[in-house]
């Protein structure tokens, strides 16, 4: 007899019988949702969150309004954290170098400080002869690469000098000489991780340019416009309404209200700065348009343009809200539209003209000898090298601001259960849970469901059960639960119940367009991406255990992401929850910034304030009893 033969046998008449694997990646990639479902669940969830305006019955009721509106968008958004500290710091301004012209101008290149060691390099184009006081211009850029050097911007303020105004030309931050990494408005976010704002530097950047613009001998207090296109739209409407110090604005194609920006989102949206945590909890763009009563203002958008923001769809909401706060205060022709019919994203002639237009008829009387035609000064455009401005080496900027606040992360304490929820903005979700169908396949019973969470959001599950399961797992993965089958597959061998789930922004429920820029506009209206997915997690547990009556689950993660906001629902549901595995997950939130991770990349985790106060083991030590274990 061949032993080895007989050996083999007896093994295989003793091992146990297996059921045949079942083909899980097919099971796990079928679809549950309609393909644009998440898409549509987010547009309405962030839609119908954005406050509307809502005007009171007399002029002094909103100019109170405006005013208190003015003050919780300044201390609540923007001067959060360190920002209160920068804000009253002393910063400087160096003046360098002057380009002098045969054309009636001069410009002078300048520096200063947003904060303390954070340079901004600036021009101010100066007309050759000035008396007395004139007007004062702050030309703000956008997101053109070129920053302060771009040509339509350099012949903008050459104009304005020939017409005797002051014009002051700042660099934008992450463009122009300041396009740097660090600079980059996807690192903004990092800061507010750490319970910063991140816009606050923004701010600062805008208030400290026009700071300078009234310290300047010649300028006119009563008589100081901003205007800009595109990103400088932006900055323009909110500096010159959370500031009444700015008497005219003309933003040009730079903003559209929120609500509008969830029905374009291939065009608008909005990156960090514009779409920055909670500021649609205080106001919509439509707020600081009104805002702006009784003051000018010039709207101009432009009808074929290729970028966003297009006139057709942005500009009469904001029209529409912001006219009875002008009417209110008997100033309904102070606020004014300009469309333009030219191709593209542009400032150009037509929209320059349209700007001078307003400062004749509100800064020089409606003089009419004062010139409205855009003066040919192609040929005095300059280089980027010409325009230069030295700043000092190894300035401050997102990043390296993160990195210094970062440290001495989280602030000692025991922060608890309930504020966990407060900064992640937990919600307790109810589950209607629909059955999509149900198969048995080599003794392997697969249901899969269509999990509505208060009616808010729908979440696919799949559940592969084999007979007479021992416990159940809930497996989540940053790749979604169709990169987790080889985890899926050995939890069944061992006899476990699994319920494969893809919360918020994963897997299945992953936003088909600008997914990440959905995700900053929810935390824009007040909630949080971090707290969705968590309480997504958790709202499952309970149903497992309640409505199905399978007892306490163990989650296990795959992945840094799903393992932090596993962990965080862990920490908020005690009961469901009986445990947590983890695989891949960070040891430190510092990590975030240390690897120098940017928002487009793990919305989630920039969860405002979150590392101020908890850190994985001050989150860990909510989890405990419970084991939480990582591999």
């Not at 040509?151 to 002051?168: H, M, S, T």
């Not at 006119?220 to 296109?229: K, M, N, P, Q, S």
């Not at 824009?524 to 306490?552: D, F, H, K, N, Y």
Request: proline share 7%.
């Amino acid at each position: 007899m061949n032993f080895r033969i007989t050996l083999a046998g007896i093994l295989l008449a003793t091992a146990p019988v297996l059921p045949a694997a079942p083909d899980l990646d097919a099971l796990l990639a079928k679809p549950i949702l309609e393909p644009n479902l998440p898409m549509v669940d987010v547009q309405v969830f962030t839609a119908t969150r954005v406050p509307p305006v809502t005007m009171p019955a007399t002029a002094a009721q909103w100019t109170q309004e405006a005013d208190r509106l003015r003050r919780k968008v300044l201390d609540e958004i923007i001067m959060t954290g360190e920002a209160r500290r920068w804000q009253n710091a002393k910063t400087r301004v160096e003046w360098l170098d002057t380009i002098e012209t045969s054309q009636g101008y001069r410009i002078r290149k300048l520096r200063f400080e947003a904060l303390p060691d954070l340079w901004i390099p600036a021009l101010l184009y100066e007309p050759a002869k000035l008396n007395g006081k004139v007007p004062v211009v702050l030309n703000v850029n956008g997101h053109e690469k070129t920053g302060k050097s771009t040509p339509y911007i350099q012949e903008r303020c050459i104009n304005l000098a020939k017409r005797g105004v002051l014009a002051l030309n700042p660099e934008w931050l992450g463009r122009g000489q300041l396009n740097t990494p660090g600079f980059d408005h996807t690192r903004m976010n990092q800061l507010d991780l750490c319970g910063t704002s991140g816009l606050s530097i923004f701010y600062l950047s805008l208030t400290r340019s026009l700071d300078l613009a009234l310290s300047l001998e010649h300028a006119d207090a009563e008589r100081v416009a901003v205007t800009g296109l595109s990103g400088g739209g932006w900055q323009t409407i909110l500096l010159s309404a959370l500031d009444p110090r700015v008497r005219l604005a003309n933003p040009v194609a730079g903003y559209s209200s929120y609500v509008t920006r969830t029905q374009f989102p291939t065009l608008d949206l909005g990156d960090s700065e514009q779409t920055p945590s909670d500021l649609a909890t205080v106001v919509d763009y439509t707020h600081l348009t009104a805002m702006m009563a009784p003051r000018p203002t010039l709207l101009t958008y432009n009808a074929k343009d290729n970028c966003c923001f297009r006139a057709d769809y942005a500009l009469a909401p904001l029209i529409h809200a912001a006219r009875p706060a002008f009417s209110l205060l008997k100033a309904a022709d102070q606020l004014r539209s300009h469309v333009n019919h030219d191709p593209g994203h542009n400032y150009g002639q037509d929209n320059r003209e349209a700007f001078y237009r307003m400062l004749r008829d509100h800064f020089f009387a409606g003089y009419p000898a004062f010139p409205v035609d855009d003066i040919p000064s192609l040929a005095e455009v300059r280089t980027a090298e010409q325009l230069h401005v030295p700043v000092p080496a190894g300035g401050e900027d997102f990043h390296t601001l993160a990195l210094k606040l970062s440290v001495s992360l989280p602030r000692a304490g025991s922060p608890d259960r309930d504020r966990l929820s407060q900064i992640v903005r937990s919600r307790q979700y109810q589950i209607d849970a629909k059955k999509v169908d149900t198969a048995t396949e080599d003794s392997l019973e697969i249901t899969r469901w269509r999990l509505r969470m208060n009616n808010d959001w729908t979440v696919p599950a799949v559940e592969i059960s084999p007979a007479s399961p021992t416990s159940t797992v809930v497996l989540v993965a940053d790749g979604g639960r169709v990169s987790v089958v080889a985890q899926a597959r050995q939890f069944i061998a061992e006899g476990r119940r699994v319920v494969a789930v893809d919360p918020f922004y994963f897997g299945e429920s992953k936003i088909a367009t600008r997914d990440w820029l959905f995700a900053i506009l929810v935390a824009a209206v007040g909630e949080r991406p971090l707290g969705i997915a968590a309480g997504q997690v958790a709202a499952t547990a309970r149903w497992l255990q309640s409505a199905r009556g399978l007892g306490p689950v163990t989650v296990v993660s795959v992945g840094p992401r799903s393992s932090l906001f596993s962990l965080v629902a862990a920490a908020l549901e005690p009961h469901a929850i009986a445990g947590l595995e983890q695989q891949g997950a960070m040891a430190s939130l510092r990590e975030i910034i240390a690897d120098d991770i940017t928002v487009d990349k793990r919305p989630e985790q920039f969860c405002f304030g979150l590392l101020a106060e908890f850190d994985i083991p001050q989150l860990t030590a909510l989890v405990a009893p419970r084991p939480v274990t990582n591999k």
